[in-house]
């Protein structure tokens, strides 16, 4: 929360941040400053306002709870059976075997059930694909163009969607990275969400995560634009668009960093390479759908010749043919159990994926790309667990569940903040009426920074959108 | 190819929603079950498999698929789903499309599906998509156990789009059609010279003229709970039809209907968003709330990567026994689960006596497995169908051996077999 003042009020001194943005809001000031004199720009990072549709999000008040007896997964891999986890404040603020309760705090006995983590998935169009999946509510790929780092994701986002409240009612999702689609080769800004309804998109974005650059190789940009007889038609034309964007970026960011240190003439805006420059920075995650292994490994050199960093291959069926590789660019893999074959790219799929990817020390995760598998990642790693096992590989249920938060909290730059029960983190907690990695098993409670915003004993702790307010069905378990 | 084979010392599961039996054995002669149950007697020389106390259950009767006719969906050439330019729809038959050797049965294989229900689907110009067949997962050139098994329709909002753009042009083009098979039932001559400008060639006439008269099964895709009503309605208008809902979203609203009409359901397990306005009432409850009403329910894959991962049955059976722990919600016990994706789906195709369970007389798919087969994890140890025993290996675990370890050795990957 802090923080999100703290870029309110940075934003609010830049006076140009709601402004249209053509010239930097500290070089009112600062160019008359510089007739003259010693040459100085309004600063690093601060030639133009970074953070122009600021978060909102507050979390819900919650009351200090402390659930007992009961197995934990703390999502970095430990475990604690018949432990104790203590959060009040919106903030994890013990963990252990067992912990006494305070006066006014909230217990809840756990006695067969499992505390984990809200799980985390770095791949959902949610609200841009919102259902109904009518044409006037698809808003996910700004298919006119191959190259389009200009648009954001965030501004197609449906906050009515009902997927949401699906993903935190049957799969305790309590965090969302919500991605254009993989039409273009630069697909655009993504945007972190708390999975917690809200009347605006502000209203759901997580404060302070950092902002993703969609990319995708591979099928989908060569199919959408040589249908139309236009690069990219191939593979090579995919790479050949990608760098000479890249180089154009490079570029920009020459400019603008010259400007922000020494001053002068402001280079022209250009919302497209705000966002390149911004991952070249490193201050923007690139998210980079792509299915084979042989475009990976061609997509990881770029990022070296360009500057940048792959934060996380989505997809990524054929990661585990190049784990070695992967591990030894530091970047992950996000991927799904057993989707596979439904077009050429997705042809080589095996449901030891996960496996091979951790047993070879490579970043790994689970993600859904899906409005139902959102709703069971849990039992999509369940089933690569036990892919693993019955390989040999033996992975602990508690190191699995890396897989759900920890992991796709890293890729996304969020770990300080959650992806697992440490402390200090955010109460993003699930308590499950079972073992989590079983069919049986569904979601008992989630709370989101502390506040209970689902109850399977409770109704009035269901969501309920405005889409399916007065409809048929309204208000039902789903 | 030898096709008895005994099966024992099993936890044994009928598939037809009777609990499971400790020391359980099934006997599979001459490729159909002869017995299956407590105190069975193995007849001499028969080849035994002691299951060592495992679950022993028929293969899963996949409710709705299209295995077989479609290699890779998004490479045109390999995909025999439907055909948009085709001049016949009702004709279609997809038997002679279906493929043994194609990915998707070997990995459903693997995973226990022994049997599918294969449809085609619906192209512009008409709401019949054709003739859906019924095979068998085996090992080998013969997939098709019954051909021209049923009639694939389209009603609701793709039935609309495809008879021209509403739900009364598909109504008028239905009863259109049923009156035109009376003519064609009172002179068939007069359909020869039909050209491809005619509502119904005498090929589509001939594929139609059994569902009319009963012979062969309806089956309607349907959302919408006031959409299921209308074909209702024109089930008591044409009684002989064997109307079976595929879908069935909003049916649990209407359950009560559509029990009293007697006409079963393939439905999707888990289907609760949303995702169309025929699909407003969408819940996982759908199916158990069906069931409860006394509908015969079997549950499918339906527009739901249907042509890959009928596998995944296993798992939505498990998610409706999981909802039998959330209040409010209306789910299956685990009997009534298993039999949803075996002998319901085969019943609801009026194919229950010779599908879908281990009672005596029906196919000899029988699958042994490691674990619970609606668990997460759990696989066939071994698989039989027709009673001969199956290969669970594919291009998956073919691939998965070759990049256990990733790096190249002596010599490249190419090299390692």
Not at chain 2, 352 to 379: H, K, M, N, Q, T
Request: hydrophobic content about 40%; aromatic content about 6%; proline content about 6%.
């Amino acid at each position: 929360m802090i923080r999100t003042v703290a870029m309110v009020a940075a934003c609010a001194a830049l006076i140009g941040c709601a402004g249209d943005g053509s010239r930097p809001s500290g070089a009112a000031k600062s160019a008359p400053e510089q007739a003259g004199g010693q040459s100085k720009g309004p600063g690093i990072g601060k030639g133009y306002s970074h953070d122009p549709f600021p978060s909102t999000y507050r979390a819900y008040p919650g009351v200090p709870t402390l659930v007992t007896n009961v197995t934990i997964f703390d999502g970095e891999g430990g475990r604690i059976d018949r432990g104790a986890v203590l959060f009040r404040d919106g903030k994890i603020a013990a963990i252990g075997q067992s912990l006494t309760a305070e006066a006014g705090v909230t217990v809840i006995d756990g006695q067969g059930k499992y505390l984990t983590p809200g799980v985390i998935d770095i791949h959902s169009h949610l609200g841009d694909y919102p259902s109904p999946g009518v044409d006037a509510l698809s808003d996910g790929n700004e298919a006119t163009g191959p190259v389009t780092a200009d648009v954001w994701a965030e501004h197609s986002v449906w906050p009515q969607d009902p997927g949401f409240g699906r993903a935190l009612a049957n799969g305790g999702v309590t965090t969302l990275q919500i991605l254009p689609g993989s039409a273009n080769l630069f697909g655009g800004r993504s945007v972190v969400l708390k999975n917690v309804y809200a009347r605006t998109m502000q209203g759901m974005k997580f404060p302070g995560a950092p902002y993703g650059l969609k990319m995708a190789c591979g099928e989908n940009p060569k199919r959408v634009y040589g249908s139309r007889g236009r690069q990219p038609s191939t593979r090579m034309g995919n790479v050949a668009v990608d760098r000479q964007t890249w180089a154009r970026a490079v570029e920009y960011k020459r400019r603008w960093d010259k400007y922000e240190k020494d001053g002068g003439e402001p280079p022209a805006r250009d919302i497209a390479m705000d966002t390149l420059r911004g991952v070249i920075e490193g201050e923007i995650r690139v998210q980079n759908h792509c299915y084979r292994a042989d475009e990976m490994a061609i997509v990881m050199d770029m990022a070296k010749e360009f500057g940048y960093r792959v934060s996380a291959f989505h997809h990524a069926v054929e990661a585990y043919k190049i784990a070695d590789l992967l591990k030894a660019n530091d970047t992950c893999a996000a991927v799904w159990a057993d989707w596979y074959g439904f077009k050429m790219e997705s042809y080589d799929a095996v449901p030891e994926n996960l496996a091979i990817l951790e047993k070879e020390g490579a970043c790994a995760m689970i993600h859904s790309d899906d409005a139902n598998g959102i709703q069971r990642l849990n039992q999509e790693v369940a089933k690569a667990r036990a892919s693993a096992l019955r390989s040999g590989f033996d992975i602990s249920e508690e190191k699995a569940w890396k897989w759900l938060s920890y992991n796709p909290a890293m890729a996304l730059g969020i770990a300080d903040k959650t992806g697992s029960l440490k402390p200090g983190k955010m109460a993003d907690v699930v308590l499950w009426n079972g073992n989590p990695f079983s069919v049986y098993t569904r979601p008992d409670m989630v709370w989101v920074d502390g506040a209970l915003l689902y109850d399977a004993k409770d109704p009035k702790r269901r969501p309920v959108s405005d889409f399916e307010l007065g409809q048929p069905g309204e208000g039902d378990v789903k | 190819m030898a096709q008895d084979v005994a099966i024992t010392n099993a936890k044994l599961v009928i598939g037809d929603g009777s609990a499971p039996v400790e020391g359980g054995t099934v006997v599979v002669r001459g490729g159909k079950v002869a017995a299956a149950g407590r105190g069975v007697a193995v007849p001499a020389g028969m080849q035994v498999v002691d299951a060592g106390g495992r679950y022993v259950t028929p293969g899963i009767f996949a409710g709705f698929t299209r295995m077989g006719i479609v290699e890779v969906d998004a490479v045109g050439p390999t995909n025999d789903a439907s055909a948009g330019n085709a001049l016949f729809n009702a004709a279609l038959d997809v038997a002679p499309a279906v493929n043994p050797r194609s990915t998707p049965i070997p990995i459903n294989r693997a995973e226990g599906i022994t049997r599918a229900v294969v449809a085609p689907e619906a192209s512009k110009g008409s709401i019949f998509a054709g003739q859906g067949a019924v095979i068998d997962l085996r090992s080998d050139l013969h997939p098709v156990s019954r051909p021209r098994a049923f009639q694939f329709m389209e009603y609701g909002e793709s039935g609309a789009q495809l008879a021209g753009g509403s739900r009364p042009a598909a109504v008028a083009m239905l009863r259109n059609i049923i009156a035109q098979l009376r003519d064609f039932a009172r002179n068939p001559a007069s359909f020869a010279e039909r050209g491809k400008d005619s509502f119904l060639t005498r090929a589509d006439a001939e594929a139609l003229t059994p569902v009319v008269q009963g012979k062969v099964p309806l089956l309607v895709h349907v959302e919408r709970a006031s959409d299921i009503l209308v074909l209702l309605d024109i089930k008591r208008e044409t009684p002989a039809l064997k109307l079976v809902l595929v879908g069935a979203t909003e049916g649990w609203t209407v359950a009560k209907q559509i029990a009293a009409a007697g006409v079963p359901v393939i439905a999707n397990a888990l289907t609760d968003l949303p995702v169309s306005f025929e699909q407003l009432a969408a819940t996982q409850s759908n199916v158990g709330r069906m069931q409860a009403a006394g509908v015969l329910v079997g549950i499918g894959t339906i527009n739901d990567d249907e042509a890959r991962q009928a596998r995944l049955e296993k798992q939505y059976a498990g998610n409706l026994v999981a909802l039998t722990r959330v209040p409010g919600a209306t789910g299956l016990d685990w009997n009534a689960a298993f039999a949803a994706i075996s002998s319901k789906p085969a019943e609801a195709l009026g194919m229950g006596e010779s599908f879908g369970s281990l009672r005596p007389g029906r196919v000899g798919d029988v699958v042994v497995w490691d674990g619970d087969p609606l668990e997460i994890g759990s696989l066939p140890v071994k698989l039989f169908v027709d009673g001969v025993e199956q290969p669970l290996t594919s291009r998956q675990t073919r691939l998965r051996d070759r990049y256990w370890t990733p790096t190249e050795g002596a010599l490249p990957k190419a090299y390692q077999r």
